[in-house]
């Protein structure tokens, strides 16, 4: 069965229009974001104005500190004790890590945390808990953002907390910032990868020679898929190997999704037109 495509909105871009919008372009799911806490949000309406469009919510993330801001602790809380308003998509977001320390000093906190959010997830039964790994500067002796950064991050991640409800959010634009080998990766984590966003990066290989990565300018640029250096009918070959059940919801690098709408919707033909045989 073709992997579904879709949209990954910010709350405050969400209106009937804007779903409207992305069900006639031939978008098929839905992620929402929240930044930091859910705001004035009120949920029970939000989940009435998307019921009303055709679009299936594949997620609900928050993206912020669970370890260290409250906040955004207790929007993971509501955003699982509410999923079921949702059809009870995944709930996603950053592992959370103890401010300004390791990824092993934040491990044990993590635990308590996640454990704890586990327990809700099961008795509202929610579809599970994944982990984005978008660094946000954090390297591994240091941080303030997000321990679930890399497969030896995962792994102590999995090994410390065993649950069948965790897994990863992931996109390939991370593992080319970290030059790593996407697919090589989805390959080793392909049972635990539940929602992919459709996001890629490409590499300018002569600048990155004469500036490296510590310059102010970059030599790398997150882009859309079809655009970035990633092979995703790969992706999606991979993905299918274990019977996914995700989507990929492409992720806009602009203000709003629906500046340069035309890119989303030659990233969205793209998508659909790279599946093999």
């Known amino acids: 069965m073709p992997i579904k495509i879709g949209a990954l909105l910010k709350i405050e871009e969400i209106?009937?229009?804007?779903?409207?919008?992305?069900?006639?372009?031939?978008?098929?799911?839905?992620?929402?974001?929240?930044?930091?806490?859910?705001?004035?949000?009120?949920?029970?309406?939000?989940?009435?104005?998307?019921?009303?469009?055709?679009?299936?919510?594949?997620?609900?993330?928050?993206?912020?500190?669970?370890?260290?801001?409250?906040?955004?602790?207790?929007?993971?809380?509501e955003l699982i004790s509410h999923a079921s308003l949702f059809g009870s998509p995944y709930v996603t977001g950053f592992a959370g890590r103890v401010p300004g320390n390791s990824v092993e000093h934040s491990l044990s906190a993590w635990k308590e945390t996640f454990s704890s959010l586990l327990e809700i997830a099961y008795k509202k039964e929610c579809k599970g808990l994944l982990f984005e790994n978008c660094r946000m500067g954090d390297l591994w002796k240091r941080g303030n953002w997000n321990i679930a950064i890399n497969d030896e991050a995962w792994?102590?991640?999995?090994?410390?907390?065993?649950?069948?409800?965790?897994?990863?959010?992931?996109?390939?634009?991370?593992?080319?910032?970290?030059?790593?080998?996407?697919?090589?990766?989805?390959?080793?984590?392909?049972?635990k990868v539940k929602h992919v966003h459709g996001k890629d990066a490409t590499v300018n290989r002569q600048l990155l020679s004469e500036i490296g990565i510590?310059?102010?300018?970059?030599?790398?640029?997150?882009?859309?898929?079809?655009?970035g250096d990633t092979d995703w009918?790969?992706?999606?070959?991979?993905?299918?190997?274990?019977?996914?059940?995700?989507?990929?919801?492409?992720?806009?690098?602009?203000?709003?999704?629906?500046?340069?709408?035309e890119q989303k919707l030659d990233s969205l033909r793209y998508l659909q037109q790279c599946d093999r045989n």
Request: proline share 4%.
């Open 15 to 77: 209106t009937a229009d804007s779903l409207s919008a992305l069900s006639r372009s031939g978008f098929e799911t839905l992620a929402i974001s929240f930044w930091g806490s859910l705001g004035p949000v009120d949920l029970e309406n939000l989940a009435d104005l998307v019921r009303a469009s055709s679009l299936e919510v594949s997620a609900l993330s928050i993206f912020g500190n669970p370890l260290g801001n409250e906040e955004t602790l207790t929007a993971w809380k």
């Open 155 to 191: 792994s102590l991640m999995f090994n410390a907390l065993d649950d069948g409800k965790l897994g990863l959010e992931w996109e390939p634009c991370h593992q080319v910032e970290a030059f790593l080998d996407p697919l090589a990766q989805l390959l080793r984590w392909k049972g």
């Open 214 to 227: 510590y310059s102010s300018r970059k030599a790398i640029t997150p882009v859309l898929p079809g655009l």
């Open 233 to 261: 009918a790969s992706i999606k070959a991979i993905l299918t190997q274990d019977a996914y059940e995700g989507c990929i919801d492409i992720e806009s690098m602009e203000t709003t999704f629906f500046n340069k709408y």
